[in-house]
């Protein structure tokens, strides 16, 4: 399966925040960034697109009809949502240091959790034969498709980056 992951736009939120599943507004011209990012586009792709506005503004500006499915959600960070970086306990950011892949935040999820969800989201989209698609999402979710088509281990595969705006091919085999 041929996947373009597209990063959404800046979003309008301070520098230092802890977001995730927040919905924000977009802090640019969703126009101009749809014109910018479908350069970089097959033409007839597919659209599938995370429910959250910073996404669905982008993939409603590249296609007439893209199709939402929640599984392509950033992770949800819990109560850390939106405070400081700064703010979350030592020990809370020591916990998730030292089990990057099982901690969740309190109230929300670990990282093993998103990644089984975009596996779901993933495993239908071959099982309905998918060959090609544009994916509008969120870095953690595009961190963890990457990491799997590249064959990365996890340590590697979460510490890639990836711009805002940003689009990513990647040929995927799903077992």
Not at 64 to 85: C, I, K, Q, V
Request: with cysteine.
């Amino acid at each position: 399966m041929q996947l373009y992951l597209i990063r959404h736009p800046t979003p309008q939120v301070a520098a230092g925040i802890c977001y995730g599943r927040t919905d924000l507004e977009l802090a640019e011209d969703v126009a101009a960034a749809a014109a910018r990012i479908r350069t970089q586009l097959p033409p007839h792709l597919p659209v599938y697109t995370s429910p959250l506005q910073r996404c669905r503004q982008l993939a409603d500006a590249l296609h007439s009809a893209p199709r939402s499915d929640s599984r392509l959600r950033e992770m949800n960070f819990g109560t850390w949502e939106m405070s400081p970086w700064a703010r979350i306990q030592i020990e809370a950011l020591d916990g998730w240091a030292a089990d990057p892949l099982g901690y969740a935040p309190p109230e929300g999820e670990s990282v093993a959790q998103l990644r089984d969800r975009v596996n779901g989201f993933l495993a239908q989209m071959q099982s309905e034969g998918l060959q090609r698609a544009a994916l509008v999402t969120h870095a953690g979710v595009m961190k963890i498709i990457v990491g799997q088509a590249r064959a990365m281990p996890a340590a590697q595969w979460m510490a890639l980056r990836f711009e805002y705006e940003s689009v990513v091919r990647v040929d995927l085999e799903i077992p």
